[in-house]
């Protein structure tokens, strides 16, 4: 006597296809990378055929970023850091010309007052004289160069020459500064430290690109000169600034680019550790009268 076969267990081999991530739908398209049916929704467009979503995240997490020549992420776009830190002016400008200089009181840097309340090395960079030549003037000039720079270090990198070359011209101001003079308690304001900290830092950048850098050095040079002819200008933090941008902007340019990672993070923290010592090295020598508050 024969037993008759038994029906194949499980579902049937005609049943239709259907996509992984949402089994109620049915999808007889299937990725050309890996064979799966894909419904519309997890279809992604490729140079032949479609990919399903899955396998696009896996070639974009494969995928290394496109690096700028010193080693910064290359975006299009706009240039978002920029353009925030003018609008971050802009802003304070407002609140400064609001307030009748209160906000000007809170944030302006002067080195009597800076070792007590060091925050104050930074805000003064966003910080600007209620004329509107100075703000627009260092505004443009950011606007020059900024973007260029923002390009070619990429975002973090810019962040840090910018935030380190403003706290270097405060710097600037108090190396500079007699404790036992009137500038010791003189309110600073304004970007300018950091705009030529900028101006230092795209030199050795246009020189690595066999690019003519002297338009550039002689803008620093009438810049520089000013201050003989135009009264109320902290030529000393445009001193500052200048000096931490050239040694940032010629490390950047000049790191190999297996190395350039490691510069990126690393120059910049030694950049900042100088600064804060030569901040406690002046105050160290100040003597204990001069570092009461002074007024702006």
Request: charged fraction near 10%.
């Amino acid at each position: 006597m024969s037993t008759p076969p038994l029906p194949p267990s499980g579902p049937p081999t005609d049943a239709p296809p259907v996509c992984p991530r949402h089994p109620d739908r049915v999808s007889y398209v299937r990725c050309q990378r890996c064979g799966r049916p894909a419904c519309p929704e997890c279809q992604r467009p490729a140079a032949v055929g479609v990919q399903c979503v899955d396998c696009v995240a896996e070639a974009q997490r494969n995928t290394r970023s496109a690096r700028t020549v010193f080693g910064g992420t290359a975006r299009g776009g706009r240039p978002v850091v920029t353009l925030t830190i003018i609008g971050l002016c802009a802003v304070s400008w407002i609140l400064q010309l609001a307030t009748g200089g209160a906000w000007t009181q809170q944030w302006a840097f002067s080195p009597a007052i800076g070792q007590v309340e060091p925050w104050r090395f930074l805000t003064a960079a966003f910080l600007h004289s209620t004329t509107p030549l100075h703000i627009l003037f260092n505004m443009y000039a950011l606007w020059l160069v900024g973007p260029f720079l923002e390009q070619a270090f990429g975002r973090a990198r810019f962040i840090a020459l910018y935030v380190l070359a403003a706290v270097g011209g405060q710097v600037g101001v108090l190396l500079l500064a007699d404790p036992l003079q009137e500038s010791w308690y003189v309110g600073v304001v304004g970007a300018s430290g950091a705009v030529f900290g900028l101006f230092g830092a795209i030199i050795p950048v246009l020189r690595r690109l066999g690019r003519n850098a002297g338009q550039i050095v002689v803008l620093i040079a009438i810049n520089m000169a000013l201050p003989l002819w135009l009264p109320n200008i902290a030529w000393q933090a445009h001193v500052g600034g200048l000096v931490v941008g050239l040694a940032l902007g010629a490390g950047f340019a000049l790191a190999p680019r297996e190395r350039q990672r490691l510069v990126g993070w690393a120059l910049p923290t030694a950049v900042g550790v100088l600064l804060v010592a030569a901040a406690v090295w002046k105050y160290s020598t100040v003597p204990t009268a001069a570092g009461v508050l002074g007024l702006f």
